[in-house]
């Protein structure tokens, strides 16, 4: 069974920080995915990351994969306020999407 | 990005009702669709895969005969919720697979509130 796990499930950051969320899966799988969601809102594609060794970055955040290891990061930069959401990697597995538990990030001014 | 849509964006219903959500795909084909269930402050969980024309596979505790899933076209899937209970109260997401770029594509969610 696919376990996704994600670290810290809760951060409190100033603006102008920097942080890095962690997201460690337990088996092989070829995609793996960022996911910004909002109070009451449904979940917006950030980034997919295809291969070892892929970073991504839009914007303040960068995401990257080491497939050898099972880890992705999400990197922010700079924080500022509008980052504050919570967000979710997802791993696809046997054909469907297993969820992290979800990192709730508040930036604070 | 592909767009996926749900109705109604919110329900109150009262307990013991059925309660019907609909997915669609507006612009691509899909092939599989997902349901997942997210309670607040908590992740999604996966509830089913349809695939077109075929039956759901539903997850491990999930009960087939409270979440009646149909998957007729390649562009709508609807979830009901049969006598609902309080305890259904939940926001529930769908998302539809391409059938050509195989990506997920996630619906804007309903909220179901049992009253």
């Known amino acids: 069974e696919l376990k996704v796990e994600q670290n810290p499930l809760f951060l409190s950051m100033q603006e102008g920080k920097n942080y890095t969320i962690y997201c460690n899966y337990s088996?092989?799988?070829?995609?793996l995915y960022w996911y910004r969601q909002d109070p009451g809102k449904s979940l917006e594609s950030l980034f997919v990351?295809?291969?070892?060794?892929a970073v991504k970055q839009e914007g303040r955040l960068m995401a990257s994969l080491d497939t050898k290891a099972r880890l992705s990061t999400l990197h922010i930069t700079a924080a500022v306020h509008d980052l504050s959401a919570t967000y979710f990697c997802?791993?696809?597995?046997?054909?469907?999407?297993?969820f992290g538990d979800g990192t709730t990030l508040t930036v604070k001014p | 990005g592909a767009v996926v849509s749900q109705h109604p964006s919110w329900v109150i219903c009262k307990s013991g009702t059925s309660v019907k959500i609909e997915c669609r795909s507006l612009?691509?084909?899909?092939?599989?669709m997902f349901w997942y269930r997210q309670f607040p402050k908590q992740s999604l969980m996966l509830m089913a895969t349809?695939?077109?024309?075929?039956?759901?596979?539903?997850e491990q505790g999930v009960e087939k005969d409270k979440f009646l899933i149909n998957h007729a076209s390649l562009t709508l899937s609807t979830l009901t919720v049969t006598s609902a209970h309080p305890e259904d109260s939940s926001f529930y997401i769908c998302?539809?697979?391409?059938?050509?770029?195989?990506?997920?594509?996630f619906g804007p969610g309903t909220r179901l509130t049992v009253t």
């Open positions: 997802a791993v696809i597995g046997a054909g469907k999407s297993t």
């Open positions: 088996t092989t799988s070829d995609r």
């Open positions: 990351l295809l291969s070892n060794g």
């Open positions: 612009d691509f084909q899909a092939t599989t």
């Open positions: 349809s695939n077109e024309g075929s039956k759901a596979t539903y």
């Open positions: 998302s539809g697979r391409d059938r050509d770029s195989y990506e997920q594509y």
